[in-house]
């Protein structure tokens, strides 16, 4: 006559020596450094200060945007990137902070205009550069860029 159950077995599951060694190295760690003391991450690095750059873009000829129905406009031929949403950048030696352009519109005077906001530029860097959605990058100092708000034309 067949045992009901089959025979218990000595082996290990793979998953529970797994287990053991993972709670076994996490003893370990947690007696190593239980001697030293922590200091909070925020005392130990100073907060970086930033500051927001505002400004407006201009295409100042009618041969470099296009009007549209409401009182918008958007650049064309060489200009064509410069649109609502396009992209405004502004970098640093070792960041960047982005915006975009919002609010198109076609002026009375013949230009067409785009207003950006740029927040979470970094303090204290020696140069800036701003990059406009295909326009040439453009080099600034801190002071430039927070005396008053920022005016581009690309004609």
Request: hydrophobic share 40%; proline share 5%.
């Given at each position: 006559?067949?045992p009901?159950?089959?025979a218990?077995?000595?082996?290990?599951?793979?998953?529970?020596?797994?287990?053991?060694?993972?709670?076994?190295?996490?003893?370990?760690?947690?007696?190593?450094?239980s001697?030293?003391?922590?200091?909070?991450?925020?005392?130990?690095?100073?907060?970086?200060?930033?500051?927001?750059?505002?400004g407006?873009?201009?295409?100042?000829?009618?041969?470099?945007?296009?009007?549209?129905?409401?009182?918008?406009?958007?650049?064309?031929?060489?200009?064509?990137?410069?649109?609502?949403?396009?992209?405004?950048?502004i970098?640093?030696?070792?960041?960047?902070?982005?915006?975009k352009?919002?609010?198109?519109r076609?002026?009375?005077?013949?230009?067409?205009?785009?207003?950006?906001?740029?927040?979470?530029?970094?303090?204290?860097?020696?140069?800036?550069?701003?990059?406009?959605?295909?326009?040439?990058?453009?080099?600034?100092?801190?002071?430039?860029?927070?005396?008053?708000?920022?005016?581009?034309?690309?004609?």
């Amino acid at each position: 006559m067949q045992p009901l159950q089959p025979a218990p077995t000595t082996r290990r599951s793979g998953w529970m020596w797994v287990g053991a060694a993972a709670g076994l190295a996490l003893a370990v760690s947690m007696f190593v450094n239980s001697g030293r003391s922590h200091a909070p991450a925020a005392t130990s690095r100073p907060p970086t200060e930033t500051f927001v750059v505002s400004g407006a873009v201009l295409l100042g000829d009618g041969a470099s945007f296009a009007r549209d129905d409401h009182g918008g406009c958007a650049g064309t031929g060489d200009h064509t990137d410069i649109k609502d949403g396009a992209p405004v950048i502004i970098t640093t030696g070792g960041s960047f902070a982005g915006g975009k352009l919002t609010d198109a519109r076609a002026l009375t005077d013949g230009t067409c205009r785009f207003w950006f906001s740029v927040r979470g530029v970094p303090t204290r860097q020696d140069a800036y550069l701003l990059m406009v959605a295909d326009l040439d990058a453009r080099q600034y100092n801190e002071h430039d860029l927070k005396s008053a708000l920022l005016a581009l034309r690309a004609d």
